[in-house]
């Protein structure tokens, strides 16, 4: 599974827009993006995942560069309880484990 | 619906000890998963499984054992424990083999 590169730690104001970033330059064709965060020492939670086009759910959106090789990360009104962990990862879409590099992460600080 | 229970949260043991760790999911999942985070770390996967009566070796599987005698339980075993295994657990489970991971709340270990 392809590696990926998020810068160590973000902050962002109360209410705006948190944009984390993600470069996955030696991404394969059949690997997905994924997101997940984890709130201080709790186990970590799913966020989005997508392989192409962008997606949205309730918790973020997930923008996919067209050549796939980074992708951001976008919570619209960050709040306090969004303060974690952010990790992207990539793996395959083959049956078996879901062998999860989750290297380490982004630390995002929403500030009050 | 607890999802996926851990137990015991907090253990401390001393060197050669031996020890078990459950974890228990109540999602019907086929595929479940050992985890441990160090300091500053992401998580590395220890042993995983993709179904009742299977399990197979992850990143970091040297010194721990598992068993998956029943879907719904997952064990990682310690028998003979080692600073080095001083750790927080996190077990996983996932429907199958590329959706949505669900972890529990996490074990901390301390090995003296």
């Known amino acids: 599974d392809a590696k990926t590169t998020q810068p160590p730690s973000m902050d962002c104001a109360e209410g705006r827009a948190a944009n984390l970033p993600c470069n996955h330059s030696?991404?394969?064709?059949?690997?997905?993006v994924y997101w997940y965060r984890q709130i201080h020492s709790q186990g970590p939670q799913y966020i989005i995942h997508g392989l192409k086009n962008n997606e949205t759910n309730e918790m973020a959106s997930l923008i996919i560069t067209e050549d796939r090789k980074s992708s951001t990360l976008i919570l619209p009104h960050a709040t306090l309880r969004d303060t974690a962990v952010y990790y992207c990862?990539?793996?395959?879409?083959?049956?078996?484990?879901?062998?999860?590099?989750f290297g380490t992460g982004t630390r995002l600080t929403v500030i009050p | 619906n607890a999802g996926v229970t851990q137990t015991p949260k907090f253990r401390v043991l001393k060197t050669g000890q031996s020890m078990t760790l459950l974890c228990a999911q109540d999602?019907?999942?086929?595929?479940m998963y050992w985890y441990r985070q160090d300091p500053g770390m992401g998580l590395r996967l220890i042993h995983y499984s993709v179904g009742e009566g299977t399990t197979a070796k992850g990143e970091v599987p040297d010194g721990y054992n598992v068993s998956r005698l029943k879907k719904q339980n997952f064990l990682l075993g310690l028998e003979s424990a080692a600073p080095s295994q001083t750790s927080v657990y996190f077990c996983a489970s996932s429907e199958w083999g590329i959706g949505e991971l669900f972890f529990g709340e996490g074990s901390r270990l301390t090995v003296l």
């Open positions: 030696t991404i394969s064709g059949n690997e997905y």
């Open positions: 990862i990539v793996r395959v879409a083959l049956p078996g484990a879901n062998n999860l590099f």
């Open positions: 999602m019907n999942h086929e595929y």
